[in-house]
């Protein structure tokens, strides 16, 4: 039954580490960005969407300023 | 056999975490232009020059940016024995190309498309530059690039210049 445990253990520990490991690379350097970097791959590229969707967001939920203008999200202003 | 065992994943273990780590050590430039220098096709042109390595991409706005003040300083510092090599890390050889059509500037482009160069300077930000002095040590890095502090950056370099002026 120890043995069992220590091995489960030594599997867990084993699983852990190479999951750890296996993190160590994932991302894109700075010089690979590339086409990520053009301005219409940004989450914010479309002016015209970000402003209808900020209009829809803060009618309906009252929070106006959430975007980081002055305000404090009470929806008066 | 249990022990073994442990200690071959205390190993693993501590090998993945080394691994974990790596990219943190990996961004120490190298000390010496050997690097650059095997990429230029006349070896030993950078010899008792002053040098600065720019890594540069066509998509990079301040890398763009940063051409004309290059440019200027190539050719207000050239005589005094200062070189300007930039390595592009386009994938796209053509983008850079085109980019160095409007630009044409007057001095050495390497092209790194495999980022192997890149990746050897442990590059954290775009653009990058290295200064190495006449003896080919690194001197400075700089990261990105500021309008406000061009005038502290070409001081440095024409310090150098004068301090390690060929005798």
Redesign the interface.
């Known amino acids: 039954m120890k043995r069992i445990i220590l091995l489960m253990i030594t599997a867990l520990i084993v699983a852990a580490s190479l999951a750890l490991g296996g993190c160590s690379h994932v991302g894109v350097k700075v010089w690979e960005h590339d086409i990520l970097a053009k301005p219409e791959m940004q989450l914010d590229a479309g002016a015209n969407d970000r402003a209808l969707d900020d209009h829809i967001y803060f009618s309906k939920e009252a929070s106006s300023g959430g975007r980081g203008f002055a305000g404090g999200g009470c929806g008066c202003n | 056999m249990?022990v073994s065992?442990?200690r071959?994943?205390?190993l693993?273990?501590l090998?993945?975490?080394s691994?974990?780590?790596?990219?943190a050590f990996s961004s120490d430039p190298p000390e010496t232009l050997a690097d650059v220098d095997s990429v230029l096709a006349s070896n030993g042109e950078l010899d008792g020059k002053v040098v600065l390595v720019d890594?540069w991409?066509s998509?990079?706005v301040p890398c763009r940016i940063s051409f004309p003040w290059m440019k200027s300083l190539a050719e207000r510092y050239g005589e005094q024995g200062f070189v300007v090599v930039a390595v592009n890390?386009?994938?796209?050889h053509n983008s850079a190309v085109e980019f160095l059509k409007q630009s044409d500037p007057p001095f050495t482009i390497i092209y790194d498309s495999t980022?192997s160069l890149?990746?050897k300077y442990g590059?954290?930000?775009?653009p990058t530059s290295f200064v190495y002095g006449r003896d080919g040590k690194l001197r400075s890095q700089h990261q990105g690039f500021h309008g406000e502090d061009t005038s502290k950056f070409e001081t440095q370099i024409a310090e150098l210049l004068r301090k390690e002026a060929k005798k």
């Open positions: 249990i065992t442990s071959a994943a205390g693993v273990l090998l993945s975490l691994l974990f780590v790596s990219p890594f991409a998509w990079c890390v386009d994938k796209d980022g890149a990746e590059l954290e930000a775009m």
